[in-house]
């Protein structure tokens, strides 16, 4: 994996991320072109249809019980022939249909009339019904009844399928083919699809067209589902590449904080190591016992080592005991106060040498939670030796501590070089200093522990820490325990 660390990972994430943009643009574009054909197929047969049960509904008074009669008007065949026989509408041709019920069969016939010469006016174009001997205006009423029939169907159809709502229709003469009823020709010219002209009945009067001005919407409806699972996966895969690329980011920085740690640490064992070692020597080599004054200095110096290297130890010992779950607190009821006036009392030749201004004034009263003496101390004590350790010169210090019925809130504010907000979660990690921090502040020692162990504790107290900084305006780190009332 040793490309995912180099400077290419980021340009070829992006560059995976693009292709597969990129290919499922296509693919859906692709996939919507074949869906546009497909609906205007649907929509032609949905039409021709509606052409054929109305047509059926047209003549079916008086036969509604042959089922013979009814398979014959709704078969694909009788439409195909049915549309062949409306295309054929020449100039000088008539036709004819007839359909009468004689003993137990009904008989239909279509007859075509070719003029061998130029017709009489009265047949130019097509005549209608010879056989009922109704008069034109009843044929006229009955075809209006035929063509609702046939646009109600229509319009339920459209329904079915998710459109209807935009569409509408054109009604053509059946005789000279002109448009004399529905939408204008303009709206047909530029309507995204046209039907064929269909007769809704036997009667040869009009012709019906559906025009649907666009059926992008009806496209894009039918390809929803595609839409959204395309959308979910680049999603995802975005997601994925993300997650990914952070996570060896974190482990790449986790593995050299590690590095940091272990040169730190094993100089900051060895130094005490090293200063007791030859304490030692210089009381054995100048025979110090002799010497009980001097004997004594060298005896507090190992011994002020000593309890450094037992803090360290200490450090990397909380370490495994979160790790393997074994960290048990021995709570008792415990005076925040007084905790902090202590820690502050034993840190005075600290705070002095540093040359910080401390600011704390307690509350009259005790402020109780229930905790483990050892382990708050040493949150206090990381948070002020953080203060001191970071605020550069003449740091200022200001620790509050308020108790409310619920909660005890104490908070470590100093002036120092605050912290930018997008190190507001990471200070907490363990191992992790700000890099440029610890260059600004002369190479300050450190093992990244101190606030990974404050965070942990106060959690296992059933409380939490927040951190108000920002660069260049101090650091307040807040600290939230359960109160004892
Ligand atoms: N008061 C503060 N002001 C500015 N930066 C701070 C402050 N406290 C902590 N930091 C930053 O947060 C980092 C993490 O602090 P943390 O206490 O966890 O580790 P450390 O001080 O480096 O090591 P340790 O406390 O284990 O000796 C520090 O390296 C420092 O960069
Ligand atoms: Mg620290």
């Known amino acids: 994996m040793k490309w995912l660390s180099n400077r290419y990972a980021y340009p070829m994430v992006i560059f995976v991320i693009i292709v597969s943009i990129a290919l499922q643009i296509a693919w859906l574009n692709q996939f919507f072109k074949a869906q546009r054909v497909q609906v205007k197929h649907d929509l032609e047969e949905l039409v021709g249809q509606a052409a054929e049960m109305s047509t059926y509904l047209s003549l079916v008074p008086g036969h509604e019980h042959s089922v013979n009669f009814r398979n014959f008007f709704l078969s694909p065949e009788w439409l195909q022939f049915k549309q062949a026989y409306n295309n054929m509408r020449f100039n000088h041709v008539s036709s004819r249909f007839n359909s009468d019920i004689i003993g137990d069969s009904t008989f239909v016939s279509i007859s075509l009339r070719i003029f061998n010469g130029k017709p009489p ?58 448009l004399f009823d529905g939408t204008s020709l303009k709206n047909i010219k530029n309507a995204a699809f046209t039907s064929q002209q269909y007769s809704y009945n036997l009667r040869f009067l009009g012709m019906y067209q559906l025009i649907v001005p666009s059926v992008n919407s009806l496209v894009l409806y039918r390809m929803r589902f595609y839409l959204v699972s395309s959308s979910l996966m680049l999603i995802l895969t975005v997601a994925v590449f993300v997650f990914i690329l952070r996570l060896m980011r974190n482990q790449r920085q986790y593995a050299q904080a590690r590095i940091a740690f272990t040169s730190n640490m094993t100089h900051e064992l060895k130094t005490p190591v090293a ?22 200095e060298y005896l507090e110096i190992s011994r002020g080592e000593l309890k450094r290297l037992n803090l360290m130890i200490d450090k990397v010992l909380n370490l495994e005991h979160f790790d393997n779950n074994q960290m048990k607190l021995r709570t008792e009821l415990f005076d925040v106060q007084q905790g902090l006036n202590e820690v502050i009392s034993s840190m005075r030749l600290q705070l002095e040498n540093s040359g910080a201004q401390l ?23 990381n948070l002020i030796e953080n203060a001191l350790k970071y605020g550069g010169d003449n740091v200022k210090l200001a620790i509050s501590c308020n108790c409310a019925p619920n909660e005890v809130t104490i908070s470590f504010k100093d002036n120092g070089p605050g912290i930018d ?65």
């Open 121 to 178: 006016k009265a047949h130019r174009g097509h005549i209608v019904h010879y056989n009922t001997g109704t008069i034109m205006a009843q044929e006229q009423d009955s075809d209006r009844v035929d063509f609702h029939r046939m646009d109600s169907l229509v319009q339920m159809r459209l329904a079915q399928i998710g459109t209807g709502d935009k569409a509408t229709y054109a009604i053509y003469s059946y005789d000279d083919k002109k």
């Open 359 to 381: 600011q704390f004034l307690p509350m009259a009263l005790p402020c109780f939670v229930s905790g483990d003496p050892v382990h708050l101390t040493n949150v206090f004590y």
């Open 421 to 485: 907000s997008s190190y507001h979660q990471r200070v907490f990690e363990r191992f992790f200093r700000i890099p440029s921090a610890t260059a600004d502040i002369h190479n300050v020692k450190g093992t990244g522990l101190g606030l990974n162990y404050v965070k942990q504790i106060v959690e296992k107290h059933g409380g939490y820490i927040k951190l108000e900084s920002e660069k260049g305006r101090g650091s307040n780190f807040i600290i939230y325990l359960p109160a004892v009332s």
């Open 275 to 296: 200063t007791v070692s030859l304490a030692l020597e210089t009381i054995m080599e100048n025979e110090l016992e002799n010497d009980p004054r001097t004997l004594r």
